[in-house]
């Protein structure tokens, strides 16, 4: 029962949040929202999720309730864990999903800021990339929303993993800058390298993304994601 | 009242602020009556999706304030981008959550807020009037002071409402429409279907009391009013219209033919010619 690269990609990210206790889990995208349901099922059974309206779900059952509103008294507590997308990302982990090109006037206008700006002052928070590549990860982006470790962040600031369809990378170098943490397999690290717009911290030895064992894969075939939509993220 | 009604209190240049959320429960009878009327030049403080599209579309609005534009399930609003990439709409951007802390400040009557968000980000940089402050205590912590969003009319849609401006939230999320309201000096409430005042509380419970009559001082019925952003319970997106719209433009002459089959008649003629389109 061989692992596809998007079940691969969905266990990474299941891995972030764990630990994590009894928080909110906030993933955007497909194979991050899998990731937190399978967290959820499995190692990180406290986790709280929103059904993306205002309800907190409990699998199929109600649990809570959870407007835009009181979604940013959670953010100010720091009670979550969001795992953003990124149009652009550089090595210190500052994101961009406004606009490419000069702000003023944008090559390319995206969704805006959203709450990037405080979500990355007030709790965790992670990144999910699904085509890695230099247009991503960039020397430098062109609007900093989330924030990365080279600027004033605060006391709450953390960026914890980035999660891409090549590797998992995190931040723990002595001056915060991006490293290779694990690829996945059937990937090399010269890859991801390759696929990476600035100088990437790779260590020596750089371990496999760990496979799904046997009951996270049933988990995710026959329960999280029986139309297969991890496939879409990524092919 | 009636939606021209509404349109002719509002005037160029005012600030106006747009409940709901993205591409839901947005009060677009008001915006396609804004597209109707001559109204210009204004500054548009909205957690955006069509509204802000719409209005974009028709170049009536100078300054765009928001943290966001989308139609949620279209990521991006084709009509936002092409307007500031074509550099047509200033923009000031913000964090959501400045954002709430805006109209948080301008409903209290006090000249900001502090908040975290935005440290360390570009919204500092691409917002070069906004400050920061220290905190006076001990922590001497220092915070980006938001400043209060006030507003010149506030536009928004609920489910119910008496004819005194009582309105009544049925979905699960009251969006921050109260709040626009608190932080406006002209209020507006459009709603699905205006009832006695007797038969809100038999509606839902009274936590989906969301405004009241000294919050608002005009109410107009406009069913379907919300459309084709989602209104529930009483009605979904209309994710298919979406598409339609999303696709219309990203084209001249597309646009177009979208706007003379859907756009340059009066609300009734709107609702009967989407009817008409569902049919087909």
Known sequence: MDASRAEVCVVACAEAWRGDGEILASPMGIIPRLGAELARHTFAPDLLLSDGEAYLMAGDTVEGWLPYRAVFGVVAAGTRHVMMGASQLDRFGNQNISAVGDWARPRSQLLGVRGAPGNTVNHPTSYWVPRHSPRVFVERVDMVCGVGYDRAGGRFHEIRLVVTNLAVLDFDTPDRAMRLRSVHPGVSVSDVVAATGFPLAVPDGVPETRLPTAAELALIRDRLDRDARRDREVP | ?280
């Not at chain 2, 509404?6 to 804004?34: D, F, H, N, Q, Y």
């Not at chain 2, 002071?145 to 309105?167: E, F, K, S, V």
């Open chain 2, 1 to 280: 009242m009636s939606l021209a009604g509404v349109v002719g209190e509002l005037r160029s240049g005012m600030t106006i602020g747009i409940g709901g959320w993205g591409s839901r429960r947005k009060p677009m009878a008001l915006v396609r009556a804004i597209l109707r009327s001559d109204l210009t030049d204004l500054t548009v403080v909205s957690y955006g999706g069509p509204d802000v599209g719409l209005l974009a579309a028709y170049g009536r609005v100078r300054r765009l304030v928001t943290g966001f534009v989308s139609l949620d399930s279209v990521p991006l609003e084709p009509h936002f981008r092409r307007a500031r990439q074509e550099g047509t709409l200033e923009l000031t951007e913000v964090d959501e959550g400045m954002l709430y802390w805006g109209l948080l400040a301008a409903a209290n009557r006090l000249p900001f807020l502090p908040i975290r968000a935005g440290l360390g980000s570009d919204v500092l940089r691409v917002n070069p009037s906004l400050r920061t402050i220290r905190s006076p205590y001990e922590d001497g912590e220092e915070l980006v002071a938001m400043p209060a969003l006030r507003l010149d009319a506030a536009l928004i849609h609920l489910n119910r409402a008496d004819r005194y401006g009582n309105g009544q939230y049925l979905g699960p999320d009251p969006y921050f429409d109260d709040l626009f309201c608190q932080a406006a000096t002209r209020r507006y409430l459009t709603c699905e279907r205006l009832v006695d005042t007797k038969e809100l509380l038999a509606g839902g419970p009274p936590q989906s009391l969301l405004v009241n009559r000294m919050m608002v001082d005009g109410v107009v019925e406009t069913p379907r009013g919300a459309h084709f952003t989602s209104c529930v319970p009483d009605y979904d997106r209309d994710e298919a219209f979406q598409r339609a719209y999303a696709k219309a433009a990203g084209d001249e002459e597309a646009w177009s033919r979208f706007r003379a089959a859907y756009l340059e008649g009066d609300e009734t003629e709107y609702q009967e010619a989407v009817i008409r389109a569902s049919l087909t």
